[in-house]
């Protein structure tokens, strides 16, 4: 029996580790960038995405540009509806990552 409370436990913890890998991006990595970019098209807002990409660093443009292609390709696949709470959310963060 101590062998099957040991298998529970891996098992849960697993789980739990496996929770924290799929929550997504990091706020304020360029990858958090991308995907907040990505989600303001999903939500119709209107983004200056080269005024974004000019504020970023010259080593970090590549990692957000491949990033935001990736993120546009899955948001294509399954598009997702935008809620008025989560879109003046989106709208704030697209403006402080404009004025960054």
């Known amino acids: 029996m101590p062998s099957i409370l040991k298998l529970a436990a891996a098992a849960a913890s697993f789980a739990a580790v496996g929770a924290c890998t799929v929550a997504g991006p990091v ?7 991308a995907a907040t970019v990505s989600r ?19 080593q ?14 899955k948001s294509y696949k399954a598009p997702h509806r935008c809620e008025a ?16």
């Not at 706020?27 to 960038?33: F, I, K, L, M, N």
């Not at 303001?40 to 660093?57: E, H, M, Q």
């Not at 970090?60 to 390709?73: E, L, S, W």
């Open 85 to 100: 709470s989560e879109r003046e959310r989106i709208k704030g963060e697209i403006g402080a990552l404009a004025r960054r």
């Open 60 to 73: 970090d443009r590549p990692r957000f540009i491949a990033a935001n292609a990736g993120y546009a390709v």
């Open 27 to 33: 706020p304020g990595t360029v990858e958090y960038a």
């Open 40 to 58: 303001a098209y999903d939500c119709g807002l209107p983004v200056d995405r080269s005024r974004i990409l000019a504020r970023l660093d010259r």
